[in-house]
Nanobody
Framework: QVQLVESGGGLVQPGGSLRLSCTAS????????MGWYRQAPGKQRDLVAD???????NYADSVKDRFTISRDNAKNTVYLQMSSLKPEDTAVYYC??????????????WGQGTQVTVSS
């Protein structure tokens, strides 16, 4: 059993900043890619950013130069620093991780989601 727990969401004014955290725990041998996705009401869930265990990053065009993803492999934790937030960043943010467990294959796991609301 693997659990991903997110924290750090909330209400922020346009132009503000928030930092999301997600920690994986449980039956974990190693974690490959970790990432953040978001889903606004009535829309599909889209990739925001992801990061490999080696530190290579990938960002959606809409968040480049505003968001920064990082991770602490020793803590099985991924972070998303969000700056210059816009109302269109409002969504539920989900953490995702590709985890190798005792099942001996990499499987995707999801967090429960954390709400980010950007509004004045």
């Amino acid at each position: 059993q693997v659990q991903l727990v997110e924290s750090g969401g909330g209400l922020v004014q346009p132009g503000g900043s928030l930092r999301l955290s997600c920690t994986a725990s449980g039956n974990i041998f190693t974690i490959n890619t970790m990432g953040w996705y978001r889903q606004a009401p009535g829309k599909q869930r889209d990739l925001v950013a992801d990061i490999t265990s080696g530190g290579s990053t990938n960002y959606a065009d809409s968040v480049k130069d505003r968001f920064t993803i990082s991770r602490d492999n020793a803590k099985n934790t991924v972070y998303l620093q969000m700056s210059s937030l816009k109302p269109e960043d409002t969504a539920v943010y989900y953490c995702n991780a590709a985890v190798l467990s005792s099942r001996m294959y990499f499987a995707p796991y999801w967090g429960q989601g954390t709400q980010v609301t950007v509004s004045s």
